[in-house]
């Protein structure tokens, strides 16, 4: 047992471009469900728009990765609306179950053999089609701090303009929350109805926040498209969606920063814990017919599911929220 | 010592099976094709095995490579009968039964191959007890009555997820992610029992069903979600619960069961029976027959009875049925029994045709959700009417798109009809927002 490595490992994980791409996700997320109280669970199929507009727009088109990270946006925005339109005026389940299916549609759109020259299959898209971003590293070598190490110049880059991006965001949701407009949405989470007849249109703030949380939601994937210069369909499952529900929750719902804690130690954990039950295996500690190595990733999702349950029933607010604010009830 | 050689036994027992289970891929064919891999009980691929596929006037007779794989390249899609040469197949390997050296094969997909696979064991079979059938009519209408009969039979399975979902809906307003789990513990409790435990699968299946009613249904309400309702948990934080559920399940049912899609025994490639210009297996309509029976029962029960007059009553109003006297929480429990034991069914239906696997649940939810939403949030009746026209709309798609992208076609569905009429065709108008 290298108790040594284990750490080192867990804790360049927590600043590490994975805990970017669902802090993104969960800051999306904490728009629509922590401030708004919409039950968005297609956050995956907005991430999956992000990043196979980048890969492709740039790989299959051969255009410009700027326009490729507009038309994410863009793309986010049309999603957002197509979801909302018929399901903002409904119940809150409603949302749930039609955003859900939506992401699964395009999941299995981009991954059907039929559209396979566009869209590569189950494969994915892969290739150098982020030059124009790493042409900007400033670094020429890793950078380490500490007991953190990154592997390479440009994991150091990429991880840099990630952490800024996140404090961009995190600034915009702090400001928002702030401003009339946050208390508005915050109304509407509380009580629809009163906000509604204090004659404000919640179907048009509804839309506004679906459509804002998705928009960060697809940066999530354009970022971690650059980040892995590959895309692939199955990253993009309701476990997308799902994870990034259980950071938000861990952290703290309708806290700014919330999903960034809460993301910081939801892959702490996950990785230590895998990091450790690969070595207890390796070593022999666990005996092979308790545990295979390869049966480690499921006792973690299993991990995970469990703590989703149980951190909705026993502590709603999560680790730094207030239960004041976020009494979750009928919707 | 006795561990290692009671594992062996099992490798025995599950092996031939595994052999049926999708293995390796093969480079995509251009065009429509049939192909499969023919492995030994113990893994090895097996060499020189000539397989004949004949239909809509085509023949061709090709021999297994090396590993046991083989491929017929076809000149159009429709219905082909596929026979195996009994006398090639090497020494001391046999087919479990004679007659499972035909089978009929319906290819739909341009682009992904039809696999077949026989069953395989070694030493020899019992002989012969019949030949094959013929084969069905092909062309549009040929191909278009089949699938109807096809999706009929898939959404009598949607249905039996469908009007659990919606009981458990009706009464407890619960909408259950988790629900796709109930599907995929019936199929793996029928390969608990018929493989590993070695029951004969037509008893298999009842002892598969009641066990999934009683884990499923009564165990999963008592552990769950009796606490959670006593504590008062909001309507939106059980959503959730049964989210983070559905995500563990899957993964036990993985850490237990492995990756791998397994064939349930007994039934496996049958030969199809012809009415008209439609081939239906024995397999099939038993399953079908079954699930009409259970469907025809639970409202019978629902409309007739006492205990199904409370239901309802439960669902109109659980306060004021409370308050006349009547037991919610055993209503509840009752609807959960009822509810985990159709899923069950639904389950080991979907998988004598395909298969069972732990990812069974996931690929069946959203379905049963459309099918649930189609004919109206909360009605068991619309339930069953949403689910036969989604499992309709689904296989009769494939006419016009790739068969790949139909489960696409029948969510795009549902978004449209949530767009126009949200309350579902039986729902009733109201405001649902």
Redesign the interface.
């Known amino acids: 047992m290298d108790w040594g490595q284990i750490f080192v490992i867990s804790i360049t994980a927590m600043v590490g471009s994975t805990t970017i791409i669902y802090a993104l996700a969960a800051l999306g997320l904490n728009i629509q469900f922590g401030y708004t109280?919409l039950?968005n669970?297609g956050q995956a199929g907005f991430a999956a728009i992000g990043a196979y507009s980048v890969a492709v727009v740039t790989a299959t088109l051969g255009q410009s990765l700027w326009l490729s990270i507009f038309i994410g946006l863009i793309g986010a925005v049309i999603f957002g609306l197509?979801?909302g339109?018929?399901?903002l005026?409904?119940?809150?389940?409603?949302l749930?179950?039609?955003t859900?299916?939506?992401a699964?549609?395009i999941r299995?759109?981009v991954r059907?053999?039929?559209l396979n020259e566009y869209f590569g299959g189950s494969d994915g898209i892969t290739g150098k089609y982020a030059r124009e971003f790493y042409s900007f590293n400033p670094f020429d070598q890793a950078i380490s701090w500490g007991p953190i190490q990154f592997n390479s110049a440009q994991a150091s880059w990429i991880t840099v303009v990630g952490w800024v991006l996140i404090g961009l965001i995190v600034l915009l949701t702090w400001l928002l929350v702030r401003s009339p407009w946050g208390r508005v949405v915050k109304s509407i989470r509380e009580d629809e109805n009163a906000s509604r007849s204090l004659g404000k249109n919640v179907y048009f703030y509804k839309m506004q926040a679906l459509i804002l949380g998705g928009v960060v939601g697809s940066l999530a994937g354009i970022y971690w498209a650059i980040d892995a210069q590959s895309v692939q369909p199955d990253n993009y499952s309701?476990?997308f969606t799902?994870f990034a529900?259980?950071i938000l929750?861990l952290g703290g719902a309708a806290r700014v920063f919330g999903p960034v804690v809460g993301s910081i130690i939801f892959w702490f954990i996950l990785v230590f814990i895998g990091e450790s039950l690969t070595q207890l295996v390796a070593t022999g500690i666990i005996p092979d017919t308790i545990l295979r190595s390869d049966?480690i990733g499921?006792?973690r999702?299993?991990l995970?599911?469990?703590?989703?349950?149980l951190l909705?029933?026993y502590r709603?607010q999560g680790i730094f929220g207030d239960k004041r604010e976020l009494?979750?009830?009928?919707? | 010592m006795i561990k290692r050689v009671r594992v062996a036994l099992l490798a025995l027992l599950i092996a031939p099976l595994l052999s049926l289970s999708p293995a390796v891929a093969q480079d995509?064919p251009s065009g429509p094709a049939i192909t499969g891999t023919l492995e030994s009980p113990g893994g090895e691929g097996l060499a020189g095995v000539s397989i004949t596929v004949e239909g809509n006037g085509f023949s061709e007779t090709v021999t297994s490579n090396e590993a046991g794989e083989w491929q017929v390249i076809l000149p159009d899609t429709g219905a082909y009968q596929v026979t195996l040469d009994v006398s090639t197949l090497p020494e001391g390997i046999s087919l479990t039964s004679e007659d499972r050296a035909v089978t009929s094969a319906t290819v739909i997909s341009r682009?992904?191959p039809k696999r077949i696979g026989f069953p395989l064991v070694e030493g020899d079979a019992p002989a012969a007890v019949g030949g094959g059938g013929t084969i069905g009519g092909a062309g549009f209408w040929g191909q278009a009555a089949q699938l109807t009969v096809d999706g009929l039979a898939f959404g009598l399975v949607i249905a039996l997820g469908a009007v659990g979902l919606s009981l458990v809906y009706g009464t407890t307003k619960l909408?259950n992610?988790a629900h796709g789990e109930l599907l995929a513990l019936g199929g793996l409790l029928a390969y608990f029992f018929s493989v590993l435990v070695g029951l004969p699968i037509l008893v298999a299946i009842p002892v598969a069903v009641l066990a999934s009613a009683f884990l499923g249904g009564y165990v999963q309400n008592l552990v769950?979600w009796k606490p959670?309702r006593k504590?008062g948990?909001?309507?939106?934080?059980l959503?959730?619960?049964s989210?983070?559920?559905?995500?563990?399940?899957?993964?036990?049912f993985?850490?237990l069961f492995g990756g791998r899609t397994r064939i349930l025994p007994g039934f496996a490639g049958q030969a199809g029976i012809n009415i008209g210009p439609i081939a239906v297996t024995p397999r099939d309509m038993i399953a079908a027959v079954g699930a009409v029976v259970l469907l025809a029962l639970t409202f019978w029960w629902l409309g007739k009875t006492q205990s199904g007059k409370a239901t309802r009553a439960v669902a109109d109003n659980p306060a004021l049925a409370s308050a006349s006297g009547i037991n919610v929480e055993k209503v509840i429990t009752t609807v959960w029994v009822i509810a985990a034991g159709l899923g069950g069914y639904a389950g080991i239906m979907f998988a004598l045709s395909n298969g069972v696997s732990w990812q069974l649940g996931?690929q069946l939810l959203?379905l049963i959700?459309?099918g649930v939403?189609l004919g109206g949030?909360g009605t068991a009746t619309g339930a069953l009417i949403g689910s036969l026209i989604v499992g309709v709309f689904i296989q009769l798609s494939v006419l016009f798109i790739?068969s790949?992208?139909k489960?696409?076609g029948a969510?795009?569905v549902?978004?449209i009809v949530?767009?126009v009429r949200?309350q579902g065709i039986l729902g009733r108008k109201e405001r649902?927002?």
């Open positions: 109280g039950l669970f197509i979801l339109i018929p399901t005026r409904l119940r809150a389940d409603y749930a179950i039609v859900i299916a939506a699964e549609v299995q759109t059907s053999v039929s309701s476990r799902f529900y259980t929750i049966q499921q006792v999702f299993m995970v599911g469990l703590a989703l349950m909705i029933v709603p009494a979750l009830d009928d919707r | 995509a682009e992904r909408v992610f769950v959670l504590r948990t909001g309507l939106t934080a959503l959730v619960v989210i983070g559920l559905a995500l563990f399940l899957q993964y036990l993985l850490f996931v959203l959700f459309a939403i949030l790739p790949e992208l489960y696409v969510l795009v549902l978004i949530l767009l949200p649902v927002g």
